[in-house]
């Protein structure tokens, strides 16, 4: 993380952010709403090949990209899924089997933000983070704002479905992000 510092982090920097998020070699980690798999190419570096990343997206194309760029960067410890996070079981990962699930840039995407949050929890050990990074809901730019959730609006939330805060974490100038522990 020194070479990387907040000063060079305006927009959204994935391997920035997983720095602060604990994720390490040999870990389990899921990416739901995986999009271009800029998480899951930092996630995959980081687990090592001892580790899996489970890249799931509902779209054919953000997989598509995803497998496009786990090849070019020789990352062969990526397993991607065509599923809908919002429907429980669905991600195809067993009950406790995930060491992490990234829910970044996606509950604003969603109205079944509630069951996106029992996804992540029932994939999760005991112990397991959830990181979570969205746009600030005042950011200048971005999606629209009537989609975006306030911070403490979506800590509410993701706390009510068991989770226990741990941290913020900083995700650049226009999205804000948090560490959960599964209890």
């Known amino acids: 993380m020194a070479s990387i510092t907040q000063q060079s982090v305006k927009f959204l920097n994935p391997s920035f952010v997983l720095a602060q998020s604990g994720i390490g070699e040999g870990m389990q980690v899921a990416d ?73 840039n996606l509950l604003f995407q969603t109205e079944k933000r509630v069951e996106v949050v029992r996804e992540a929890m029932r994939v999760l050990k005991p112990g397991g983070s959830a990181i979570f990074v969205d746009w600030e809901k005042e950011a200048s730019f971005g999606p629209m704002r009537n989609l975006r959730m306030e911070k403490e609006a979506i800590e509410k939330l993701i706390i009510q479905e068991g989770f226990v805060f741990k941290k913020e974490i900083e995700a650049g100038a226009f999205h804000f992000g948090m560490i959960f522990t599964k209890a």
Request: aromatic share 2%; net charge negative.
């Open 32 to 104: 739901f709403g995986c999009g271009q798999g800029d998480f899951t190419l930092a996630a995959a570096k980081l687990v090592g090949a001892e580790g899996k990343v489970h890249a799931i997206d509902i779209q054919d194309s953000a997989l598509s990209s995803t497998r496009s760029k786990a090849r070019i960067g020789g990352l062969l410890n990526i397993d991607l899924k065509k599923a809908n996070v919002e429907v429980l079981g669905a991600s195809g990962c067993a009950d406790g089997s995930q060491d992490a699930v990234l829910l970044t």
